[in-house]
């Protein structure tokens, strides 16, 4: 039977209640708010749920090539993989994967020439290996480590601390903490951290969090101890970040108001307890990103008066208010900066490529670091008084490689090779450049196998995001290298939203011109159909959380554009994401839905409100999971049921639930496998993916 002629599946009945909320004099109906209540509280809900995943799993287990594309997963993954090292007490922190664990494992070694030693296995935490290391950091003396345990994949984490000789576990655990690494102090006393008021019982995964605030643990005591540090009630959507300064005197707290970067700036004197805050930039005008300080001065990248971004210096000597002064002017390119061993370590973005200089304190440049060809800088990590530093480098056919950069010198060398089973020559990574529908250059990214024949078309997987002034640029993932040595192609579109040319590319893409994200996707998907590289029939799209969004809206608007669609934790009902969770923090990409202009904007592109019935749509594979507090599976729900009940054509329109998984951070790997083979064996299905990923292990 072809793909165009299989049966229409009967899909699990749901519910349908007559809820209509009239705004603004406009009727909204939601005849599946009901499915908003928490599935792990909720029985109902629970119900359809699992209704929803036994129908999903039956069908997804008759695909074609669906075994082999989950054992060559497994293939892919055996290598050994590392983070950048954070170097404290003259040891070495980073994690570390023998290849096919669910979960990373910390590690430690003394010196560059010590034999690395197990600190934490979270292996064997639970059974099904859905417990991660979350956020950590190691003392200045390198005596212990916080780490945060992240269980089921939620945001929230229970932080505790290990002393390092001899991987001791300390009583020490500080309970209801989120968004937030633990920063300790200079003299390793105890660490600072964020939390928010503990949720009611049964809303730990939907209720709004806010009011945030900086604590700090002294170590061996409990957590009601804890030292209120910093809050801000008259501001309760606020969320801080912690760094130290001066050698452990101030501590900084960069204060957001949304998820767009713009900051306030207070400084807080640690040598001076109960001193008052001292503000260093008031409002939310700007963003201020804190790169580091020598001596009494902080120096900060931010984008006032410089939409790419510059390095700044503040001198604390000053009077307030001090009047930041321009160490590295804005340039042609986005910039961030880090201060590491007396000097600037300065990354752009060069077309959606990671390009890495160093520069004096005043502003010169030193070096340009050679980095290994198109790729991404994915961490850089150093001290301001060291002039030892690591980054993290990868591309699309290169699992991360850690390096060793002496910033005194320039010179770079390995650090950890990532050694993997295939050959990295044999895939090509290319970069064009194609017009959107208002004239727009956008660049994209495109992936295959070198031996691939490029004058006949083949199935292609499309790759979008364009948010929050995101980046996304040319990493390595293991199962995008599956898609491509089955033959496949993979693109990256590098849509305004994003920040790949700084504030200006953000700023296209936001509030009431988000329209242009979705016509920089389909004008990717135009771009690979007119240069036949792909057809319509062979064309799969893929995108999470905002780029869940991203494909939601776009098949309402194109449906005829795509064979497939991979939405997978996506932002689907765009009138009510702001009722849950963190949703609030994301009004200044999108939009207030409580104002008028907004929501009709809001309402224009919402996937669960605008599903076109009467029109053929594509196959449609819907992800979420069931703990997932980021983005509250609801909105998947929602959105899969409409879609069930519209008539959109024969085509599947599917939804997966996984469960004791969240956004995405601290997945098992053996549930990702399971996932990637289903999405990847009915994207293949509906493209006409049918080669054997065996068949090309390099």
Request: hydrophobic content about 40%; charged content about 20%; proline content about 6%.
């Amino acid at each position: 039977m072809s793909r165009s002629a299989e049966r229409p599946l009967v899909y699990p009945k749901t519910e349908v209640q007559e809820v209509v909320e009239t705004r603004f004099g406009t009727p909204v109906p939601d005849p599946y708010r009901w499915l908003e209540a928490e599935v792990r509280v909720d029985p109902k809900v629970r119900a359809w749920v699992d209704e929803q995943r036994t129908f999903t799993a039956d069908y997804l287990a008759r695909l074609p090539q669906r075994k082999a594309i989950a054992d060559r997963l497994r293939a892919l993954f055996d290598f050994g993989r590392y983070t950048a090292p954070r170097k404290e007490g003259g040891r070495y922190f980073y994690l570390y994967n023998s290849g096919l664990q669910n979960q990373s494992t910390l590690m430690v070694q003394d010196g560059l020439d010590g034999a690395p030693r197990l600190l934490l296995d979270p292996n064997g935490w639970s059974s099904d290996g859905a417990t991660a290391i979350g956020e950590w950091s190691a003392s200045p003396d390198g005596k212990h480590v916080a780490y945060a345990i992240q269980d089921g994949g939620t945001d929230w984490r229970t932080v505790k601390v290990l002393e390092v000789d001899g991987a001791k576990a300390r009583s020490d655990e500080v309970r209801w903490v989120k968004m937030t690494v633990p920063v300790w102090s200079k003299d390793g006393s105890g660490f600072f951290y964020l939390r928010c008021p503990e949720p009611a019982q049964g809303a730990e995964y939907q209720s709004i969090n806010s009011n945030f605030m900086v604590y700090f643990h002294a170590l061996g005591t409990d957590q009601s101890a804890d030292r209120l540090v910093f809050s801000v009630p008259e501001h309760p959507n606020l969320l801080h970040f912690c760094q130290l300064a001066c050698k452990g005197r101030y501590l900084v707290i960069t204060s957001l108001k949304n998820a767009d970067s713009k900051a306030s700036i207070t400084l807080i004197d640690l040598r001076q307890p109960g001193s008052a805050p001292r503000k260093l930039i008031a409002g939310w005008d700007d963003a201020w990103g804190f790169a580091g300080s020598q001596g009494d001065t902080l120096y900060f990248v931010t984008d006032r008066n410089a939409p790419n971004r510059c390095v700044v210096a503040m001198d604390l000597a000053q009077a307030d208010p001090i009047q930041p002064a321009v160490i590295i002017p804005e340039g042609p390119h986005a910039m961030d900066a880090g201060v590491v061993g007396g000097r600037l370590v300065v990354k752009t973005i060069v077309d959606a490529k990671s390009e890495l200089q160093i520069f004096d304190l005043a502003g010169h440049a030193v070096a340009r670091i050679d980095l290994p060809g198109i790729g991404a800088v994915t961490a850089l990590e150093g001290d301001p008084d060291d002039p030892e530093a690591f980054y993290s480098f990868e591309s699309f056919n290169l699992p991360p490689q850690v390096y060793r950069l002496d910033v005194s010198t320039g010179r770079s060398m390995v650090f950890k090779q990532a050694k993997p089973s295939f050959d990295s020559s044999k895939y090509a990574v290319g970069q064009v450049f194609y017009t959107s529908k208002d004239g727009t250059r956008v660049p994209m990214f495109i992936a295959h196998r070198k031996d691939l024949d490029l004058t006949k078309s083949h199935p292609t997987l499309l790759y979008g995001y364009g948010g929050f002034g995101i980046s996304h640029l040319p990493m390595f993932r293991a199962h995008w290298l599956a898609w491509m040595e089955m033959g496949g192609i993979y693109a990256l579109a590098n849509l305004r939203g994003g920040g790949e040319y700084g504030k200006a590319w953000h700023e296209s893409g936001r509030l009431f011109k988000r329209q242009n994200v979705y016509d920089d996707f389909i004008a990717a998907a135009e771009y690979l159909i007119a240069t036949r590289l792909t057809t319509v029939s062979q064309l799969a799209i893929q995108g999470g959380s905002a780029g869940g969004l991203l494909v939601g809206a776009v098949v309402n608007q194109r449906p005829d554009l795509f064979a497939a669609v991979l939405a997978q934790v996506g932002v689907m009902d765009m009138l009510r994401y702001d009722q849950f969770t963190v949703g609030p923090y994301w009004v200044s990409d999108y939009g207030d839905p409580a104002e008028e202009a907004h929501f009709r904007n809001l309402l224009s592109y919402s996937p669960y409100h605008n599903i076109r019935s009467g029109t053929d749509y594509p196959a449609i594979l819907t992800t979420t999971a069931d703990t997932d507090d980021r983005v509250v599976p609801s909105h998947s729900f929602k959105y899969a049921a409409a879609l069930q009940a519209a008539q959109i054509g024969p085509r599947p329109h599917v939804l997966r639930v996984e469960t004791r998984a969240g956004h995405g951070m601290g997945k098992p790997l053996a549930k990702l496998i399971e996932e990637v083979s289903d999405m990847w064996a009915f994207a293949g299905h509906f493209t006409g993916l049918t080669s054997s990923p065996k068949g090309h292990a390099a």
